[in-house]
């Protein structure tokens, strides 16, 4: 019923950027929070980033200063700016929608959505 769709990883060379942008489609009336977590070889999915709709942020100590996270509401649309890029950054990149409340037949529910991930390299 919901389906996240991420674009925007790639290949970057350390100290650059790159921007992903995470889109929701579906029968949406809502999203509370969305964002960012990331997976490195070998290690768990961590959280990066994410923001609510009233526009809180949370971040990762580690990208803190370097990542930024912005939404735009009314296209279910989530962004994440990453500059000043180190190896260490380099994993997949998963978009999380948490809180969705969709049109279900007569009535409404509410579920949560995972984007299918976007590689993002960071190397010389």
């Known amino acids: 019923q919901v389906q996240l769709v991420e674009s925007g990883g790639g290949l970057v060379q350390p100290g650059g950027s790159l921007r992903l942008s995470c889109a929701a489609s579906g029968t949406i009336l809502s999203i509370y929070a969305m964002g960012w977590y990331r997976q490195a070889p070998g290690k768990q999915r961590e959280l990066v980033a994410s923001?609510?709709?009233?526009?809180?942020?949370k971040f990762a100590d580690s990208v803190k200063g370097r990542f930024t996270i912005s939404r735009d509401n009314a296209k279910n649309t989530v962004y994440l700016q990453m500059n000043s890029l180190k190896p260490e950054d380099t994993a997949v990149y998963y978009c999380n929608a948490d809180h969705i409340t969709v049109v279900s037949g007569p009535g409404l529910k509410t579920l949560d959505a995972w984007g299918q991930g976007t590689l993002v390299t960071v190397s010389s």
């Open positions: 923001i609510t709709s009233g526009s809180s942020t």
